[in-house]
């Protein structure tokens, strides 16, 4: 990961205290489970008990290693106050058929799989940056164009996150 990966304060916080959390707790329990198994008597191929214990000691290393390098990489961005959507607002968006959603728009390495989110690098995301409500934007996709309609822009209320 060598550019910048653009998030806001909050996204930031909560990868931070994630890594944090990993690094303490979660990393000592699974040590805790790799040196249970140990104990165990068996071929390391007969101890599926260890096996699983070092898969999750494994996997845990990786998320680590990737939320280091993506908080090393982070550059926090303030959402706009000029009432236009921009990364870190909320958009309430109106479809044709008059489905209502209200989402924040995020960078892409603070996406946590909500639905209730959308990466300023997607299409919708894109079409959506310095639009201000009442606004109607086209967006094109594989099988049709979506027409959505900005119908409130909110900025994010920073969440005070304990260190």
């Known amino acids: 990961m060598s550019t910048n990966v653009l998030m806001t304060q909050f996204g930031y916080d909560r990868l931070r205290l994630e890594l944090e959390a990993l690094r303490g707790e979660a990393r000592q329990d699974v040590l805790e489970r790799v040196r249970h198994a140990r104990a165990g008597r ?38 706009p106050v000029d009432g236009t959507a921009g990364l870190g607002t909320i958009v309430s968006l109106r479809t044709t ?15 946590d799989g909500s639905a209730s989110q959308i990466s300023i690098h997607s299409p919708v995301g894109q079409a959506l940056l310095g639009r201000r409500p009442g606004d109607r934007i086209e967006v094109g996709a594989p ?3 979506r027409r959505l309609e900005l119908l409130a822009v909110e900025a994010l209320t920073p969440v005070p996150v304990a260190a």
């Open 42 to 79: 068996g071929e390391l191929a007969e101890n599926g008990e260890l096996l699983d214990a070092l898969e999750e000691q494994n996997m845990l290393d990786r998320r680590i290693d990737a939320l280091e390098a993506l908080l090393a990489h982070a550059q926090i961005a303030a959402a």
């Open 97 to 111: 058929a008059g489905a209502v959603g209200r989402y924040q728009l995020v960078g892409d390495g603070e996406i």
């Open 143 to 145: 099988r049709r164009t």
